[in-house]
């Protein structure tokens, strides 16, 4: 670039000097031709000196148009041929995250294997936590770690035994303790992979509570990350008002009833909150039952 601005100073100097040269001799000339007199030599040198103040100006301006001409040619060349591989590689980046998406429900979807139940839980609750992250200000590349996050929450549930996660009625201590894993599992399952890093707090946190009485870590508060602190809203509601193995689903508005309550306790007041205002302005979006306005 330097190398260039160079070359192009000089050669308009050079075309400068040369046409100024040109005119300077080839006007001495036509002077000395046309007249012997001092007196009008040295008129005409006055005028003929004018005259090449506005030459030297008409040159530079051509000059440096052409420059500037070339440049602004090139730069929008330039400019395009940036905009045409941006272009391209934000095709190839969005076709990329389609194929990760496209892999994350197949996980999702593999779960129905083992309980339809779950798999169609994990799609419910990835809509309603993804909408009600987008109504708490969520911005885009948030929600699209929180939806992966969501679909992807139960994904340790793979490895634990059908004897336990399949069992009709309660769990003992030790199968208790077997699924409370489930979170610290999928974490070590999607740790390595790099794009899902920023989806994991779901999947690793969403059993924690507000009180700090949660698992696998006990956080407390603002400790849990939001994304975890939504969906685990969500996740209780989808439960309660579910058919499970071991109950039958619970009323819309005894769901409601039990969020409400442990606001403050398991969940993050503000979630609550912000979740309710959802379930009563835009019921639709709840496949388990609507919430009347009061």
């Not at 190398?3 to 308009?12: E, H, I, Y």
């Not at 400790?223 to 685990?232: H, Y």
């Not at 979740?275 to 009061?294: A, D, M, Q, T, V």
Request: proline share 4%; hydrophobic share 40%.
């Amino acid at each position: 670039m330097i190398k260039s601005n160079r070359r192009a100073v000089l050669r308009v100097v050079i075309i400068y000097v040369l046409l100024a040269f040109l005119w300077i001799f080839l006007t001495d000339q036509l002077v000395i031709r046309l007249t012997t007199d001092t007196d009008a030599i040295t008129l005409i040198q006055t005028y003929k000196g004018l005259a090449f103040v506005v030459f030297s100006g008409v040159v530079i301006f051509f000059l440096l148009s052409q420059e500037l001409r070339k440049r602004e040619n090139a730069w929008l060349e330039y400019a395009h041929e940036r905009n045409r591989l941006l272009d391209r590689l934000w095709q190839k980046h969005s076709e990329l995250e389609q194929a990760y998406d496209k892999t994350i429900e197949g996980w999702a979807r593999a779960l129905e294997m083992r309980s339809q139940e779950v798999q169609e839980h994990s799609l419910r609750v990835t809509e309603i936590a993804v909408r009600l992250g987008e109504s708490m200000g969520l911005q885009r590349e948030e929600l699209n770690h929180l939806r992966r996050g969501s679909l992807l929450h139960d994904i340790g549930k793979m490895c634990i035994p059908d004897s336990i996660l399949l069992k009709e009625g309660p769990l003992d201590d030790d199968e208790r303790a077997m699924i409370e894993q489930h979170p610290n599992i999928g974490f070590d399952l999607l740790g390595p992979i790099e794009f899902l890093r920023p989806a994991l707090d779901v999947p690793h946190y969403h059993h924690e509570k507000w009180d700090g009485s949660g698992y696998p870590q006990g956080l407390k508060g603002e400790e849990i990350p939001l994304a975890a602190r939504i969906f685990s809203v969500v996740d209780v509601w989808d439960a309660l008002t579910s058919n499970r193995t071991y109950r039958l689903a619970v009323t819309p508005e005894q769901a409601q009833a039990y969020i409400r309550g442990e606001s403050g306790k398991a969940f993050d007041p503000e979630v609550v909150h912000a979740f309710l205002k959802l379930l009563s302005e835009e019921p639709h979006i709840f496949p388990n039952g609507h919430y009347e306005r009061k």
